[in-house]
């Protein structure tokens, strides 16, 4: 192999065979053809196909990475997943961007029953964004696979670009690149080979640029690995069961105290003290959820786990690893009670006293009732 073979000529990323996901992958079986021009798959597949895959970094690597758009007086487009908001954001995003304007983007609208009106899903995520201290020019709702809201993020970006680089931000599995496939598709000249890959100086990552017209153009940016989330932690075919593909059935569960929720075998809810009260449970359709009473719960468990109460697999279970328990009081107000990438429970009970059990490493939030 020459010495120019080492480095991808579309990106400049070292050559590896190792990762898929990570920059500069190819086929073990190209190098070994002494082919002249070396593309990685994942510019092969921008010159090809036109089409951006993903390439993920850790928070820290990826803060390290990005540190350099604090410093640019840029736009901001944040993704996140509507159906896992705190599971999705970016933590310390305000030191990331520094004074750069957002624009908060709320993906996967189609989730989220049609019923709830777009204008109190954007009056929660100001309200939450709040929350979390930052201000955003701009909130909205998308739906990638759908298709809409696409035109409005549009026209929002055009409004506030003013001129400055636009940098599309998000944690994996908020749909970046379902969507910006779809502006790819949909809002790119016709031409092929517009989407380049320009490296970032200092780093070994770099951001795909795709432009817009002559001028201007949105700027990719490595997806950042939320280490909270689910998905991280169980196997490709779990993660198809839970990850909700269309619009969610709310499961309304009238419970009495000393009730137990099984949430397949992915999460467990204890309803311990209160009154008599309703826990509306929005995960996807296809993960069966077990009542029972909780003084079996303990039994049940572990007896069923990976067999009745699965996913997951009985072959996963040491990936997914001990379970923990979180025990809490409900506040007055009608709360959320979060599993990050799993789905929520609404429930609206007072001073009840409830326990949840997850993977240790999972993710668990309350939050003000969205729905
Ligand atoms: P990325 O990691 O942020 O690039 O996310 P992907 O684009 O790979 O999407 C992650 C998952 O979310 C995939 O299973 C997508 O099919 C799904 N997804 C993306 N956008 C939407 C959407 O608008 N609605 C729904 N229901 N699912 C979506």
């Not at 092969?44 to 758009?69: C, M, Q």
């Not at 997806?223 to 993660?239: C, M, P, R, W």
């Not at 309803?271 to 009542?291: A, E, P, T």
């Not at 025990?327 to 990050?340: G, R």
């Amino acid at each position: 192999m020459s010495n120019n073979a080492i480095k991808c000529i579309g990106c400049g990323a070292m050559f590896q065979t190792l990762d898929p996901n990570q920059p500069g992958y190819i086929d073990p079986k190209l190098l070994e053809e002494e082919r002249e021009v070396l593309l990685c798959k994942r510019c092969f597949r921008l010159k090809h196909y036109n089409e951006a895959p993903e390439v993920t970094l850790s928070s820290d690597a990826f803060r390290k990475t990005i540190g350099r758009i604090a410093e640019e007086d840029a736009l901001i487009v944040n993704i996140i997943d509507l159906f896992d908001f705190s599971g999705s954001m970016i933590s310390g995003l305000n030191r990331i961007v520094g004074n750069d304007d957002i624009i908060l983007v709320a993906n996967k609208r189609d989730l989220l029953p049609k019923a709830v009106k777009n204008d109190k899903i954007e009056r929660w995520l100001r309200q939450m964004v709040k929350e979390y201290g930052f201000n955003v020019l701009d909130v909205v709702i998308v739906s990638a696979e759908k298709g809409h809201g696409v035109d409005d993020l549009m026209a929002s970006i055009e409004t506030h670009r003013k001129g400055r680089n636009v940098y599309m931000v998000g944690c994996t599995n908020v749909g970046k690149s379902t969507l910006i496939n779809r502006i790819i598709r949909t809002f790119t000249p016709q031409q092929q080979n517009l989407i380049t890959v320009s490296q970032y100086p200092g780093t070994t990552l770099d951001f795909i640029e795709i432009p817009l017209t002559q001028d201007a153009a949105l700027i990719d940016t490595p997806g950042i690995v939320n280490e909270h989330q689910y998905a991280h932690y169980v196997s490709k075919d779990t993660l198809k069961r839970m990850l909700p593909k269309k619009e969610i059935k709310a499961k309304v569960y009238q419970l009495n105290p000393r009730q137990t929720l099984f949430i397949a075998g992915l999460a467990r809810f204890d309803f311990i003290k209160g009154k008599r009260s309703s826990f509306v449970c929005y995960f996807s359709n296809v993960l069966y959820i077990h009542r029972t009473k909780l003084e079996q719960a303990d039994r049940i468990f572990e007896e069923h786990h990976g067999k009745l109460l699965s996913p997951p697999q009985t072959d996963e279970l040491d990936r997914l690893g001990a379970f923990r328990r979180y025990s809490f009081t409900l506040p007055e107000e009608k709360t959320d009670i979060v599993i990050s990438g799993l789905g929520f429970i609404t429930a609206h009970a007072p001073k009840a006293q409830v326990a949840l059990y997850v993977p240790e490493r999972v993710g668990v939030f309350l939050r003000p009732s969205l729905i």
